[in-house]
């Protein structure tokens, strides 16, 4: 009785999570006859095909845009910003919560507060820093913007991490012959891979939705990002090409799914493991 | 007489936190393979100490020697010849048994073949070669902390260091490991810092005792003197369950605010004596009793006659059979060669000073 309950309750969740892929599914290769109908026709049934599929759309979206080119300059910037932050984020985290003592923590919320500083604030000062660098209408203008974001919250982040995960051990190991260092090295890492792996999921997430400074910062459209391109070669005034919108929403999404859901076990002990720790 | 080896000393240790002292000025001297019990509340700065004699933790002030040679700050715990076992047997959570028993040979730099062989050798000699292949998360309470004690003892170190080993186990499970744990240590004749706060723990295991309180050793002596002749009240009262009877004694033949002082055990019917011993006679007013088997535990007050109004307790074993009503009077001794003095005021103890 109550398994038929758990199973209805997640059935329902699926039902929930499932659907607006449905909807990209549907809209993706429904004809424009089936998608704009307007109110008056009421016999009409939104869900389902009632003409038969097609590839108009799709073929909308990779021939007379430029969306395998955005596709890839996505993945060099999430690629890029991605190695920045751990590189960054995970030892400046890590020795905050253990190195520093009472300091670390008044750093630590200094550095977070830097995130709190909103994306508009932040336009003039970045775009003399990125004019300065020759930068302007660059991937390069991405990369060096967005690890603003992720360096201080994934710093943050790591150190709240890191302070939940007991010291013990690491210090068993300095007993059973490691130095610091080697402890740094060897046996750290491992205990803060879920940690790591927020790292990960969160600036990959930040770069994949970013519009504002990539607005901002790209002109031209073989520069684009996925985010920045698809709403912008897709929209045209107040006409959307609704049909290829989800095309690329479709097609951007389904992998990333995948991923999510292989990481996703590792990603929420991240986020809890303080509160759970056992 | 030989001098006597010395395996860990510390003079005049220290650390503070702040302002407050979490170790103030212990000097401890613990010999060549003596089991050393740190005994004391919780908070008094057992695991500080321990920490400091380790490396992991700065003292403030003080030296530690280790094998005669003095270790200061910038020895590294590494290179201390000590192990230590945590509280949370700090197991590493993503490596098997054997691989957590074989990492402090790891970093040794000793050969894959002969780490198997002693790891197995290990692992047989404490019961857990069926675990190796196990990983900490798959293990009970008990397996895991002999697998942290397996991993202290594979580096063959000059000094152990245990904190609360046996905390997290239960009653009857901590008895077993009580005594595996002493006899592997009578074995491996090892000097052994061990700390707990546990008295009955304390009382079984330690070759001696050093009773702290508030980051100060009280005492330090073996079981039986730190339990038959304590230095003040406070060891008096910790030691022991149920506690040293103390009670306040108004006598002209005794200076002013002394406490008279008996173990619940040595307080029985006057009628239990033999005629020409010695002994104390008071006038014990029976509040309650308590039966628990193999004792009962009778409450109550000896405040007439010029003593204090403290509660009382008298331990009867099961073979004293005399009947003891509630709310009655009765005639109760103790033997005058287990009386102790202390001072109210200071809790020291006095010495001599003839019976009341
Ligand atoms: N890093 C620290 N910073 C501040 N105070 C500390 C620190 N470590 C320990 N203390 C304080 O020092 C005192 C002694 O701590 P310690 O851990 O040595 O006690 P303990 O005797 O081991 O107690 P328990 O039996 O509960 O383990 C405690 O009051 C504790 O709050
Ligand atoms: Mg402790």
Known sequence: MKRAGLYAAAAGFMLFAGFPFYWMLLTAFKQNRDLYVGAFDTRHVPWIFNDPPTLEHVRLLFGQTEFPRWVLNTLVVVVAVVVITVVVAVPAGYSLARLTGRWGERLGMGIFFTYLIPPTLLFIPFSRVVALLGLQNSLGALILVYPTITIPFCTWLVMGFVRSVPWDIEEQAMIDGYSRLAVIMKVAPRLIVPGILTVVVFSFTLVMQEFVYALTFLSSVDKMTVSLGVPIALVRGDVYHWGALMAAALVISIPLAIIYNLFIDRFIQGFTMGAVKG | ?356
């Open chain 2, 1 to 356: 007489m030989d001098p006597i080896v010395v395996g860990v000393e510390l003079r005049n240790l220290s650390r503070r936190f702040g302002d407050f002292h979490a170790v103030d000025g212990v000097d401890l001297s613990i010999r060549e393979g003596e089991l050393l019990v740190l005994l004391g509340p919780s908070g008094c700065g057992k695991t500080t100490l321990l920490r400091m004699i380790a490396g992991l933790e700065r003292p403030t002030s003080g030296e530690i020697f280790i094998g005669g040679e003095r270790v200061d700050a910038d020895v590294p715990p590494r290179a201390r010849g000590i192990a230590m076992v945590f509280q949370s047997y700090a197991l590493y959570p993503h490596r098997t048994v054997a691989q957590n028993i074989a990492f402090p040979l790891e970093a040794s730099g000793m050969p894959r073949s002969q780490i198997a062989d002693k790891v197995r050798w290990a692992a047989e000699m404490f019961g857990i070669a069926r675990y190796l292949e196990r990983y900490p998360r798959q293990l009970s309470g008990g397996e895991r902390q002999r697998v942290a004690l397996c991993r202290a003892l594979v580096r063959d170190p000059k000094v152990f260091l245990l904190d609360e080993p046996l905390a997290n186990l239960d009653a009857k499970l901590r008895n077993t490991a009580r005594d595996e744990l002493k006899r592997f240590q009578r074995r491996i004749q090892r000097t052994t810092v061990y700390v707990t706060h546990d008295q009955v723990e304390a009382m079984g295991l330690g070759d001696r005792i050093a009773v702290m309180d508030h980051g100060k050793v009280r005492q330090i002596g073996t079981p039986q003197e730190v339990y038959e002749d304590p230095v003040d009240t406070f060891v008096a009262t910790f030691v022991g369950q149920p506690p040293m009877n103390l009670v306040e004694v108004r006598d002209p033949a005794l200076p002013p605010g002394t406490l008279l002082g008996f173990r619940p055990e040595h307080f029985l019917p006057q009628g239990h004596f033999a005629s020409g011993e010695p002994t104390q006679v008071f006038c014990f007013a029976v509040r309650r009793v308590e039966y628990l088997g193999s004792d009962r535990y009778v409450y109550g007050s000896v405040a007439e006659q010029g003593f204090g109004e403290a509660t009382v307790i008298a331990k009867l074993p099961a073979i004293v059979a005399t009947p003891i009503p509630e709310g009655e009077a009765l005639e109760f001794a103790v033997p005058r060669k287990a009386l102790r003095y202390f001072d109210a005021a200071t809790g020291a103890r006095r010495e001599g000073g003839r019976g009341p």
